[in-house]
């Protein structure tokens, strides 16, 4: 379900950044998540990794 999500958000994000160049901060981000190998890390890595995401995402908005 999340992939799914963070697909339909990226291809969301890209077609906002088709309009507005102000998107393409956060289409950025979306897409370093997109290909990250999270499996490759350890899960405190992994969960550092989510929330500075999700922390540059807010600061985007």
């Given at each position: 379900?999340?992939?799914?999500l963070?697909?339909?958000?990226?291809?969301?994000?890209l077609?906002?950044s088709r309009e507005?160049?102000?998107?393409?901060p956060?289409?950025?981000?979306?897409?370093?998540?997109?290909t990250?190998?999270?499996?490759?890390?350890?899960?405190?890595?992994?969960l550092?990794?989510?929330?500075?995401?999700?922390?540059?995402?807010?600061?985007?908005?």
């Amino acid at each position: 379900a999340l992939d799914s999500l963070s697909d339909l958000e990226l291809q969301s994000e890209l077609a906002a950044s088709r309009e507005n160049s102000e998107e393409a901060p956060k289409v950025q981000i979306l897409r370093e998540i997109e290909t990250a190998e999270l499996a490759h890390m350890t899960p405190f890595e992994a969960l550092n990794r989510l929330v500075e995401w999700q922390a540059r995402l807010r600061k985007e908005k």
